[in-house]
């Protein structure tokens, strides 16, 4: 019997799996013993933007894919790149996370925290009063710019605080349509907005 433990307690070694879990359902697995294999899973989105990028920031990755009834699951296999750090970064339609992959030898490891993770401004346009709703949890400048459809600048300032809210009533500019850029923790987020 202590050898049937002992066997599958080394089975369960060999096959161990470490999961990453956020707010938002979102999970990385990371597969001991099968090579630099990495999954992920996230939960409540039908779409999600994937990059890869080396140390030097470079892309080395990058693909838009769907998923079906709110659930999206792929896997990626590293075994040709070379031993290093990388980073996995995912965006949903509410939020941007990068997380750190280390690649040593056979194996990948996903680090357990997000390095940085920043969610998307929420814009909403009612009747022409469009409002600007930024959940800004580290207190970095926001810059927000907004351009006309001929890219005349009618608006730049730069915020702080942990939530950045900003309201405008663009029935009375005379354009047909607005691009607002909202620039913070290193993310620039462009949204263009159609007058009523």
């Not at 207190?139 to 710019?145: C, F, L, M, S, Y």
């Not at 607002?180 to 159609?194: G, P, R, S, W």
Request: glycine residues 6%; without cysteine.
């Amino acid at each position: 019997m202590k050898n049937v433990m002992k066997f599958g307690l080394a089975l369960a070694m060999i096959f161990s799996v470490a999961v990453v879990r956020a707010n938002e359902g979102f999970s990385v697995t990371s597969k001991e013993g099968m090579g630099k294999v990495i999954s992920f899973t996230i939960n409540e989105t039908n779409s999600v933007h994937v990059s890869i990028y080396n140390a030097d920031g470079s892309v080395i990755f990058d693909e838009t894919t769907k998923g079906k009834d709110g659930k999206i699951s792929r896997t990626y296999d590293l075994n040709a790149f070379p031993d290093g750090t990388y980073f996995l970064e995912t965006e949903t339609g509410a939020k941007v996370a990068r997380r750190t992959i280390t690649l040593t030898g056979k194996s990948a490891k996903v680090d357990e925290t997000a390095v940085a993770e920043i969610v998307k401004p929420v814009v909403t346009n009612k009747n022409g009063l469009v409002s600007v709703n930024i959940a800004n949890t580290n207190n970095a400048p926001v810059q927000i710019k907004m351009y006309d459809e001929a890219n005349n600048e009618l608006y730049s300032e730069t915020l702080k605080g942990a939530n950045v809210a900003k309201k405008f009533n663009i029935n009375r500019a005379g354009a047909k349509n607005f691009t607002l850029v909202m620039t913070y923790n290193n993310k620039t987020f462009v949204e263009t907005i159609a007058a009523r």
